[in-house]
């Protein structure tokens, strides 16, 4: 009797699966970097309790990161690039959405970001600071960035009537501020994903009784002041 030749197997493609897992496995160190650093903060943190949290060898490890401020400084590159995608400038042409609604937009576009990573959240109000100074002069310079960006954008708000006057770059460090202590004390207090609405309108409210002037009449270009 006949018997059917054996089918051989479809040869595997280890260097395809090698390269997702190794993906994978990067990933997983970074998340459990984060959950650590969040726990313990970064100076308490060890490579030994990184590893432990991720479920791989310590060799394993430095297979991915030089040592533990490589992978420090890899989340918190992730986190800006994250925040600074939200932040749109305000259109003020033809067929774009109001004022108020882009402004609300970008606030509530950065608390939902927060919200969502709030380990990194905490991580970048209670250690980003301190771990040595070629880390801090790169922290401020993000710092400096969003206050620029801040700072440019109610330059061009007085312009349009929209932002009150005063000084820009002084009205950028009190919003920061101000945005700051709030997001420091949802995530302290444990403030959920769904708060991102109630917190927007709370901040725009407040903004609005502040340095905003974007209800009510729809904004006109101010003339040039005189010297």
């Known amino acids: 009797m006949a018997t059917r ?7 595997r493609r280890p260097a395809r699966r090698s390269a997702v897992s190794k993906t ?7 998340v459990a970097a984060r959950d650590v650093f969040a726990k313990l903060g970064y100076h308490q943190t060890t490579i030994d309790d990184i590893v432990a949290e991720a479920g791989v ?6 297979l991915y990161f030089e040592d533990k401020r490589a992978i420090f400084a890899d989340l918190l590159d992730r986190y800006f690039t994250q925040l600074t995608m939200v932040i749109q400038r305000i259109d003020m042409g033809d067929g774009a959405p109001s004022v108020q609604e882009q402004a609300r937009a970008n606030m509530r576009g950065i608390l939902r970001v927060c919200l969502a990573e709030r380990a990194m959240t905490k991580i970048l109000f209670t250690d980003a600071l301190g771990v040595d100074s070629a880390f801090d002069r790169k922290l401020l310079t993000f710092y400096d960035a969003i206050a620029q960006l801040l700072t440019e954008s109610y330059r061009e708000g007085q312009a349009l009537g929209i932002v009150e006057d005063g000084e820009p770059r002084v009205l950028a460090y009190m ?26 309108a709370q901040l725009y409210a407040f903004l609005s009784r502040g340095c905003l002037r974007v209800d009510g009449a729809p904004p006109k270009r101010r003339r040039g002041r005189k010297a």
């Open 175 to 200: 919003t920061i501020g101000a945005l700051k202590e709030l997001l420091y004390q949802a995530v302290t207090l444990g403030f959920s994903e769904e708060s991102v609405d109630v917190l927007t």
């Open 5 to 11: 030749a054996k089918t051989k197997p479809e040869p």
């Open 57 to 62: 060898a310590r060799g394993t490890y430095y």
């Open 24 to 30: 994978e496995r990067r990933q997983d160190i970074l």
